[in-house]
């Protein structure tokens, strides 16, 4: 696949001149622009990613990325070209950063004059868009991939009327944000289940792939050398993979691991970056934690997911949880909090147990029952899950035919 990287060293995306559009006989040209998009972050990225590679082995299909960055920097890539621009950190959101550029994304556009443009993010990435289309006759439509009133003022029957205003006021401003657009695209029934009592039903499920022969079942004839590798000990293991976010609620699962190393022997990695990482080592458990730096390199990923022998996946307000897929793609089954994306993953697949939301005993108790049950078995049951259900090339078959329902409507 060729690159090329317009212009070096640096570029104004705002003023400069931009590059020739690619692939001008694509029948369908799609741009995607997002800020949860960084260097050390997780599935948004992968899905991007992913969808470049889907559109790289197809020349009818056009892709273009839009995501912030520390500077301005246009790549280009097989059927895709990805804009890089500079925005400023977001406080406490560690990778990301803001999309503030509004004239570098209009110009964007009305140069790339892409058919559909989806929208990853719900914060100013909308506004910039719609704002930058506003002669244009191009759809948009949103992925729902942030649970924003759950991440930003979670319901909580115990909270102050202050909470309970900003809880009422973030639904609202959902409310507003579902008007820009005909669709919004979810991964999973509890993205649905999410959006639906607000009466945000204009939906439409495709789930999340999964690299079927980079994540395998495979890698784990060289656990013990991947183990080494990474200082990981010959025990019982458990792992998390992502950021250390405090919406992922890790800290429940320490809370609850010291019972379960005493009943099983078994050990937690968490592997990844993110906020939190100071508080998790301070946890009063933390010292019998391992942690992991984030993996750039997605083989080594796959090699740490097929030694682990249970995934752990907290997040209660998950819309997906592609590292989860990932480790069912392992052959490696879930311990999951009851609510989210992966609960759903677990729930499909019969491959993993539920504990109950921000309780640690539940926490101890199914990972005991999890890792005394036949590993094997539900490994085996994992793999054939994601084969059946969520090769890569399926999910963008079905994505791309949602584009061109949206684009026929239009």
């Not at 273009?64 to 059927?79: N, W």
């Not at 507003?176 to 669709?183: A, E, G, H, Q, S």
């Amino acid at each position: 696949m060729g690159v090329a990287v317009h212009p070096q060293p640096r570029v104004h995306i705002g003023e400069g001149a931009l590059p020739p559009r690619l692939r001008p006989q694509a029948s369908l040209g799609v741009l995607d622009i997002t800020e949860w998009y960084g260097d050390t972050s997780g599935g948004i990225k992968t899905y991007l990613r992913e969808k470049a590679e889907y559109v790289a082995s197809r020349p009818w299909l056009r892709h273009i990325l839009v995501v912030p960055g520390d500077r301005d920097h246009i790549r280009d890539a097989g059927g895709g070209r990805t804009y890089r621009l500079h925005g400023p950190p977001i406080p406490r959101q560690r990778p990301y950063r803001f999309m503030l550029a509004t004239r570098s994304v209009s110009r964007i556009v009305q140069h790339e004059r892409p058919d559909l443009i989806e929208i990853g993010s719900p914060f100013i990435v909308p506004w910039i868009v719609r704002h930058a289309t506003r002669a244009l006759d191009v759809p948009l439509v949103c992925f729902h991939h942030t649970n924003l009133p759950e991440q930003f003022a979670p319901r909580d029957a115990a909270a102050g009327v202050l909470h309970r205003v900003m809880h009422r006021a973030v639904w609202d401003y959902m409310r507003r944000l579902d008007r820009l657009f005909p669709l919004t695209i979810v991964a999973s029934r509890a993205g649905a289940r999410d959006l639906n009592p607000a009466g945000i039903d204009r939906i439409e499920r495709v789930p999340l792939g999964v690299d079927l022969q980079r994540f395998t079942p495979a890698h784990r004839v060289h656990s013990a050398l991947t183990r080494a590798r990474h200082g990981l000990p010959d025990a019982p293991l458990a792992g998390y993979v992502g950021r250390f976010a405090r919406e992922k609620e890790i800290d429940v699962v320490l809370d609850g691991w010291a019972g379960v190393e005493r009943a099983t022997g078994a050990r937690l990695v968490l592997i990844g970056a993110g906020p939190m990482e100071r508080r998790l080592r301070a946890h009063r458990y933390g010292a019998r934690v391992i942690f992991v730096p984030y993996q750039h390199d997605r083989d080594a990923l796959a090699d740490l997911l097929a030694a682990l022998d249970v995934y752990v996946a907290p997040g209660p307000i998950e819309t997906f949880g592609l590292s989860a897929l990932e480790a069912l793609a392992s052959g490696v089954p879930v311990l999951s909090v009851n609510r989210g994306g992966v609960a759903d993953l677990v729930t499909d697949s019969g491959a993993g147990r539920l504990f109950e939301w921000r309780t640690p005993a539940s926490v101890t108790a199914q990972a005991v029952a999890l890792l005394r049950d036949d590993l094997a078995t539900l490994g085996q049951r994992a793999r054939a899950f994601a084969e059946a259900e969520h090769s890569w090339e399926t999910v963008f078959d079905r994505l791309f035919a949602v584009y061109r329902r949206v684009l026929r409507r239009a």
